[in-house]
């Protein structure tokens, strides 16, 4: 039966809008501030109706943060803020950023994410966990950082935001998630950013080997299901 497997699934660290930071899982109220967001809301509380209906199954909900790293060419302009500067960069092309830069996010590097995916599994009851390291940075600190691994400075032109519901920062507590489960984000933003294939080219990072993506991978042995 489904209900012997646990459950885990992705909802948004959207859900919590602009509410002040930083954001707690049992106390900060939902503020949704656009359809994804919603939507993701929406998820919640249909997943709270069948924990009522079916008590003993165990559902695990995770909100992630700002999630980056690898393989996110498919995404176009929804990749994250951290793949786009780097391209950026990479194409020699200006970089905008809505007035001042100053919006920050609680990046998370997706192996953390992955990791915490499979530590919430092993967790015994249905349970609601952010996704984030617990450190906000800026847009501009990610150019910061750029401009110091690409050894250059790239024009950057501050424009106006036009969306009305724009959250303005992201910042995880991740109290609970550290003492339910010892789970901690072990990836810094710096770190993060050197994996993206963009600085190959510069010889700025060494290519990940065959040997290496298998010696990281993280092997479970209960069935579970990711939604």
Known sequence: HIKNIPIIWTSSASVYGNNPSPFNEDTTKFNAQSPYAISKVL????INH????????????????????????????MASMVYQIINK????????????GEQTRDFIYVDDLVDLILKAADYPTSEIFNGGTGISRSFNEIVEICSKLFNKRQSLFYIDNPHKHFQ??????VNKVNKLLNWGAQITLEEGIKTNPGLFD???VG?????????????????????
């Open 43 to 46: 998820c919640e509380r249909t």
């Open 50 to 77: 069948y924990q009522k209906v079916c008590p003993e199954a165990k559902v695990i909900t995770l909100r992630p943060f700002n999630v980056y790293g690898l393989n996110e060419s498919h995404k176009n302009n």
């Open 89 to 100: 960069f990479k194409n020699n092309e200006q970089i905008e950023l809505f007035k001042y």
């Open 168 to 173: 303005n920062a992201t910042l995880a507590d």
């Open 202 to 204: 510069f010889g700025l």
């Open 207 to 227: 290519a990940i080997t065959k040997e290496s993506e298998e010696a990281s991978r993280i092997k479970h042995d209960t069935p579970i299901m990711i939604v």
